[in-house]
């Protein structure tokens, strides 16, 4: 076997192998293809899964004051008067405390709303009416401006629920005589 006839093969056997890595290589393309085209059927699914939860909040939101109110059986009044500190710049708790920015609010719990003595509500506030019960506490506290649209206290509100929870067990606290929980 000459040196030329050596060459040819060496050149078969490298063409072999071109044709064989070639071929992976294009196998590889398109299953990567193809796995991409997985990853977007896998991307509708998690889509699906993401609506699952959407439905779960809305279902959650209908029965979140319910789940606060639960959450008051257990909640701490101490931990609720660290969260009140956020409301001393406008608010005093004593019994007899004056009006600062904003009412008085020893014994707040099932006082009708807008009845302190010398403090100019809001008119949103006074139209709005009924007692301050759990309900509402739990309403107005976890997001003031959306529960009275119009009422002039300018607080953002307490979102987690176990601090809320916590600061109206604080609330019902501050009262000669409090009352009952839910
Ligand atoms: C920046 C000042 C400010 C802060 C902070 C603030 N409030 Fe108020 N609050 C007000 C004002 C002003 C009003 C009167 C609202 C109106 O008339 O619309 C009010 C009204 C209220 C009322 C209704 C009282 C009534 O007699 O009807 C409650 C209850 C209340 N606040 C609780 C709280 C609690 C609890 C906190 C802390 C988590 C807090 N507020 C934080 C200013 C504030």
Not at 81 to 99: L, M, P, Q
Not at 123 to 128: F, I, N, Q, S, T
């Amino acid at each position: 076997m000459d040196a030329f006839e050596l060459n040819k093969i060496i050149g078969w056997v490298l063409a072999a192998l071109l044709v064989i890595f070639g071929a992976r290589t294009f196998m590889d393309i398109y299953n990567g293809g193809h796995g991409d085209n997985k990853g977007e059927k896998a991307a509708y699914i998690i889509e699906v899964e993401d609506s699952a939860p959407k439905a779960d909040k809305s279902e959650k939101k209908k029965v979140e004051s319910v789940d606060i109110k639960t959450l008051l059986a257990s909640a701490n009044a101490e931990s609720g008067e660290k969260v009140a500190k956020k409301c001393k710049a406008c608010h005093t708790f004593e019994k007899g405390g004056k009006n600062k920015a904003g009412p008085a609010l020893y014994g707040i719990v099932n006082r009708n709303l807008g009845t302190v003595e010398g403090y100019s509500y809001s008119d949103a506030l006074k139209a709005k009416g009924g007692a301050w019960d759990y309900d509402a506490l739990i309403g107005f506290l976890k997001a003031p401006k959306t529960y009275i649209p119009g009422t002039i206290m300018s607080f953002s509100g307490v979102r987690n629920d176990q601090k809320l929870a916590d600061l109206i067990v604080y609330l019902r606290s501050l009262s000669d005589n409090p009352a009952e929980l839910p």
